[in-house]
């Protein structure tokens, strides 16, 4: 797999950290890449060969993508999106701009990184581009409105751009979670602190209910899975000679995907508000 290099974002924690391990235990050439210097000389000490790059930057997603290239010879087997955040808040909470920022690194990044590799996809004949989206890319729950509306564009630009490279051999794929171990509610309760003024808001009482599920320690969700359960995904999307265009992980992914298909909107709603 030495021959094979791996260009992974948001490797600071979780499922990004996770998959950089893995990989590079399978022997792939991992570039594992993070927003802040101080994660990315911590991937370096621990023996991985890591990279600042900041998805909300265009110049450091350049910068990025050229330094891959020149210790590669120009060549890279695959890319593997991940960096990404939550923003807590009921949608009449949400500013425009805060929706900008969180698109930005969510989904303009992801966008302007996958375009700035696939010329050199092109060229060596093959590639595999693979988007870490969500459950929450395809069915949606109260005060995550800001992640699923990015979540939700991610996969219509990703359906989009499998259908437009079907006759190459660049595979784009798609790997849904639902509750996985992460940093990832740490982030999105700090998020939400910084940017939701909850006591003026129409929803104060559902946030006071929204912050203990953020702050209380451990999974809050039952079949929440630890991020080898992606790993376990994405190295099939690399190793297969036909990968899926999508592939689930946990329990509540093919649940809601079964029941989005099967239930009428209405009852669906009914369930998603519950939870």
Known sequence: MTDRSVLITGCSSGIGRCVADGLAVRGYRVFATARNQEDVDRLQADGLESLQLDLSSSSSIATAVDEVLVRTGGKLYALFNNGAYGQPGAVEDLSRALLRELFETNLFGWHELTNRVLPVMRRQGHGRIIHNSSILGFVALPFRGAYVASKYALEGLTDTLRLELRDTDIHVVLVQPGPIISRFRENAYAAFKRNIDSETSAYRDSYQVMERR?????????????????????THA????????????????????TLKRLLPQKILDRILASI
């Open 238 to 257: 690399l190793e297969s000679n036909k990968p899926r265009a999508r592939y689930y992980v946990t329990f509540p992914t093919y649940l809601f995907a």
């Open 214 to 234: 953020l702050t209380t320690e451990g999974p809050v969700v039952p079949f929440t899975l630890p991020p080898e359960a992606v790993l376990r995904k994405v």
